[in-house]
């Protein structure tokens, strides 16, 4: 029986005596992801084990593949959690997604490389630091009166500042990180993000995420709610083009989260291929259709 690693990290794994690292506000997605895969992996012969990524590499031993999972502070310890792949990697263990993979989808950088592929794109500012006249100067440029900016390694929207033209901060501010600046697109809060989950490049399921009220992050963190979508086909083309997009074969996994435009079109926010969360809720085959491609792969 082959055995899969599921690596999480301090803050998504189950409470153990005497943890003093309390468990994130979203951890109850960890434990969805879980239950979802544990049967069906058993019904393929596949054996689950849980892991955080920064366990000692001995630990590792008689895994045969890992699965990025929960890792959800990576990217606050970016160079050694690809340390950590490599040495996975190194010792014959496959893992999905690969570390070649992360290190193109680490920094949000990529999405240039994706619109000269011609994705369709949110219109963005990559700048090494953020002032608020960084701030006003994006505002001008993108006709808007208010900017999101993120940070280039990120995750979550942990960090994330949404700045507007009448309430700037000092002048002193910064935002601290090599940061994307975009426009607020008020999309986010009218139709809602989709994600588009794929498996082995195939089209497993849609969410529609829209943010609590008085927000605009669509995370559960913040509060916000996700319905189950059923896509036209104009819309899983769009997101399928995106996948044709990526610079190597379709990986294990992946979530294109997409953003209409003005132009009815729509606009990738992120592809997401380290550790993002696939929603099993909504897509109640997601457990048998990750046995089915794993099993393939061990």
Request: aromatic share 8%; charged share 25%; hydrophobic share 45%.
């Amino acid at each position: 029986m082959a055995t899969i690693g599921f690596l999480a990290c301090e803050s998504t794994l189950p409470q153990t005596d005497g943890q003093t690292v309390e468990r994130r506000g979203d951890a109850f997605e960890h434990d969805l992801m879980i239950a979802a895969l544990e049967p069906a992996f058993k019904a393929q012969g596949l054996s689950l084990r849980v892991a955080d990524w920064e366990a000692p590499i001995e630990q590792f031993a008689g895994i045969d593949l890992v699965m990025l999972g929960t890792a959800w502070d990576y990217q606050d310890k970016a160079p050694a959690f690809l340390a950590k792949l490599d040495a996975l990697q190194a010792r014959g263990i496959t893992v999905c997604n690969s570390a070649e993979i992360v290190r193109w989808n680490v920094t949000k950088t990529y999405l240039r490389e994706l619109a000269r592929r011609g994705a369709q794109t949110i219109p963005t500012q990559w700048l090494d630091d953020v002032t608020a006249a960084d701030a006003l100067a994006a505002m001008d440029a993108f006709e808007c009166d208010q900017v999101v900016i993120k940070r280039q390694i990120g995750a979550g929207a942990l960090g994330q500042e949404l700045l507007n033209r009448d309430s700037l901060p000092p002048s002193d501010w910064r935002f601290g990180h090599a940061a994307m600046v975009q426009p607020f697109l008020s999309a986010i809060a009218e139709e809602g993000e989709l994600s588009f989950v794929f498996i082995d490049g195939e089209l497993s399921h849609v969410v529609r995420k829209r943010p609590a009220k008085g927000d605009y992050r669509i995370q559960s963190l913040y509060g916000g709610l996700e319905n189950t979508h059923t896509p036209t086909a104009e819309e899983a083309a769009e997101a399928k083009a995106i996948i044709a997009a990526l610079p190597f074969d379709p990986p294990l996994y992946a979530r294109i989260d997409m953003l209409r435009g003005s132009d009815d079109l729509l606009m990738v926010m992120e592809a997401e291929m380290i550790e993002p969360y696939l929603y099993p809720e909504q897509g109640p085959e997601l457990g048998e259709c990750l046995a089915r491609a794993i099993a393939k792969r061990v």
